[in-house]
């Protein structure tokens, strides 16, 4: 399976921007699926964004809509999270997540996390 390392989170002002990446091993990274999911304290683990293996369909939840973007770069086995004009309900733990067979909007489609990362957003 590949494994995913999330960087790029942090503290951020509501309004403002953050990126997070996810660095995944392995030589088989375009033959997944990636998504991006958050977990906010007390929370579900919730799907934000995914993208297709070849990087052409991407799909977001309404909730991030406009404001965040999902790409890829299969050639650096990467993946990022574009977060713009961020509210204090973003704030959560933000995991990777990589799937074989179906595009990653529900935790049980996942066959790989990432670790996970806090991104804060203060109001």
């Known amino acids: 399976q590949v494994q995913l390392v999330e960087s790029g989170g942090g503290l951020v002002q509501a309004g403002g921007s953050l990126r997070v990446s996810c660095a995944a091993s392995?030589?088989?990274?375009?033959?997944?699926?990636m998504g991006w999911f958050r977990q906010a304290p007390g929370k579900e683990r919730e799907f934000v964004a995914a993208?297709?293996?070849?990087?052409?369909?991407?799909y977001y939840a309404d909730s991030v809509k406009g404001r965040f973007t999902i790409s890829r770069v299969n050639a650096k086995t990467t993946v990022n999270l574009q977060m713009n004009s961020l509210k204090p309900e973003d704030t959560a733990v933000y995991y990777c997540?990589?799937?074989?067979?179906?595009?990653?909007?529900?935790?049980?489609?996942?066959?790989?996390w990432g670790q996970g990362i806090q991104v804060t957003v203060s109001s």
């Open positions: 997540a990589a799937s074989l067979t179906l595009i990653p909007r529900f935790p049980s489609a996942v066959n790989s």
């Open positions: 392995g030589r088989t990274f375009s033959l997944y699926h």
């Open positions: 993208v297709s293996q070849s990087g052409g369909n991407t």
